[in-house]
């Protein structure tokens, strides 16, 4: 997000409304509350709040000292809310100002903070009301997993059941809810309304009979393929029950044939698996939540030696698309996503994927990839193959205590700048934090700003020669840009500003230091002094009728 001169102009001359909020905080501002305002504006349809100038017309620019590192305040709004919320640092006529720029939330969704659904009311917060929220869930359409189902309570199963218990009383910390009767479990989850079983509680706790009576497509095909070639698979399976009768054997069908990725450490061999348990896990909650059940077909998990897919009934949810999934959430079964949260299983919306692309990340492996997804199916590759077991040494000599505090963009930024990928604009916002912890260095300045992995890291893998050498490449890259602009202009010579204008990424002094590493090396001189000093190549200046 950039905000030229002119946009932010027609931004103060705007009137505070819906789109856009205006906060002086001249002396901060509280984190908590521009949480709360990021929600309340996205339910609204999404804009912009702008700290650092007045809410009085006309504007008056005072500037902010609030949130000196805009990067660390983006990925503590990505923290708490789950969405990303880009944070502009720009200064107007020497005053600092900062615009939070919030998207609007996708159709049939609400974001919310600690339970609360907020909405703008004059100069205060409020609550969305219960006729709001239902208006809000009504746009796509009802939820499947909330509408009641024919089936009746003693078609669940009670050791599904218990296990959903047990998971739920670690995760509130209570371990009375484990005395729970099965009727109190439902009702107390949302999934037993009226005396009515929704068709939610079928999908997690049905038996095999219950699910081939009432909706047969609830069901998951595991295959494993030992080679590319078309035909029958070597294994097939089919589950058809309760999420919480199967989750754990179908895993178990994958990793029994989940091979081990050693590598060497000094003296020491480490293994990393194929299929790690948390991102396959996290991708089989993903299918089983929020596939279209609906639709009659099957969720098929297919498993290669290196690679495993998994395919789900119905394209992404409105709104979703692959450029997005990481910042926005928009669960097509929504009591379905809430029972999973009530238990741990999915601890926040939109959880599932960022864990997928830290995990591939850190394991160097390839970023989880939705090619081949369409209107009528969601196709997710998983390739189990380490491409860089030293950059996986790297990040655990990081430490496993900082390591926690990267963002998912983060580690998606590291990546790109390890295998000389280009940085999106949500990769660069991170570069000042890794900067700061020593993973990342910067030549240059300015939007030509080119970044390496650090001095350090190199070391750490072995490849200090690697470093010094895509260090004096571009040393030397600069000096031969220079070197041919003298040699066009030789006639009238260069001055200092032009040849700045060749390097706009380096400071005037790194220019002069280049210069003067060319003049000692025989390839450029300077003649003149201050403004009408220029630069002419140094066979020139020895014998100027030889060119």
């Known amino acids: 997000m950039t905000t030229t001169p002119e946009q932010l102009t027609e931004l103060l001359a705007a009137p505070e409304g819906t789109r856009i909020e205006f906060k002086s905080a001249t002396g901060g501002y509280h984190f908590d509350k521009l949480v709360e305002y990021c929600v309340a504006i996205a339910n609204e349809g999404g804009g912009k709040i702008i700290l650092g100038v007045s809410d009085e017309r006309p504007r008056t620019v005072l500037g902010t000292s609030a949130f000196a590192e805009p990067g660390r305040t983006e990925s503590g709004l990505h923290e708490r809310l789950s969405h990303r919320v880009p944070v502009e640092e720009l200064h107007h006529r020497g005053k600092r100002i900062l615009i939070v720029h919030v998207p609007g939330r996708l159709p049939g969704t609400a974001w919310s903070i600690d339970g609360k659904f907020l909405k703008r009311a004059g100069d205060e917060l ?118 919480f009768l199967f989750h754990d054997a179908l895993w178990r069908k994958i990793n029994l044939r989940n091979d081990r990725q050693s590598y060497q450490d000094g003296l020491f061999r480490f293994e990393i698996p194929t299929f790690d348990e948390t991102a396959v896990r996290e991708a089989l909650l993903n299918a089983v939540a929020h596939r279209d059940y609906r639709l009659g077909g099957s969720v098929f998990v297919r498993q290669f030696a290196r690679r495993l897919e998994i395919v789900s009934p119905g394209g992404f949810p409105p709104g979703i698309t692959v450029e997005n999934i990481l910042d926005q959430q928009n669960p097509r079964n929504r009591r379905l996503a809430e029972a999973l949260a009530r238990c741990g299983l999915i601890e926040r919306s939109g959880q599932g994927l960022n864990l997928m692309v830290e995990t591939a990340i850190r394991q160097s492996k390839p970023l989880p990839d939705y090619t081949g997804s369409a209107a009528h199916e969601v196709r997710l590759k998983l390739d189990g193959t380490v491409k860089d077991p030293a950059f996986v040494r790297f990040l655990e000599r990081v430490g496993e205590e900082r390591l926690r505090g990267f963002s998912t963009y983060d580690f998606l930024a590291l990546d790109a700048i390890a295998r ?36 350090g890291l190199h070391a750490a893998l072995g490849r200090k020669g690697a470093y010094t050498r895509k260090r004096g490449l571009d040393h030397e890259t600069n000096k031969a840009l220079l070197e041919k602009h003298i040699r066009d202009h030789a006639q009238e010579g260069a001055p200092l500003a032009d040849l700045c204008q060749v390097l706009p990424a380096l400071s005037r002094r790194s220019v002069q230091r280049l210069l003067a590493e060319m003049r000692t090396e025989g390839r450029a001189n300077l003649a003149g002094q201050r403004k009408a000093a220029r630069w002419y190549p140094e ?9």
């Open 539 to 547: 066979l020139m200046r020895q014998n100027p009728d030889h060119l």
């Open 126 to 243: 409020t609550g969305m009301s219960d006729t709001e929220l239902r208006s809000i869930f009504a746009e796509t359409g009802p939820d499947f997993s909330a509408e009641p189902s024919p089936a009746s309570p003693a078609e669940l199963s009670p050791e599904a059941l218990a296990e959903f218990r047990r998971h739920w009383a670690r995760k509130a910390g209570n371990p009375r809810i484990e005395s729970w009767t099965d009727e109190e479990t439902l009702v107390n989850a949302e999934l037993l309304q009226d005396g009515r079983l929704l068709y939610g509680a079928l999908i997690l706790f049905g038996t095999r009979a219950a699910l081939g009576r009432h909706l047969a497509q609830a069901e998951v095909v595991f295959e494993y393929r030992s080679s590319e070639a078309s035909g029958p698979a070597a294994e097939r399976a089919d589950f058809r029950e309760g999420f």
């Open 420 to 455: 000389e990928r280009p940085l999106t604009e949500a990769m660069r916002t991170r570069l000042p934090g890794l900067i700061e912890t020593g993973v990342v260095e910067s030549q240059g300045r300015g939007r030509g700003t080119r970044y390496h992995l650090s001095r």
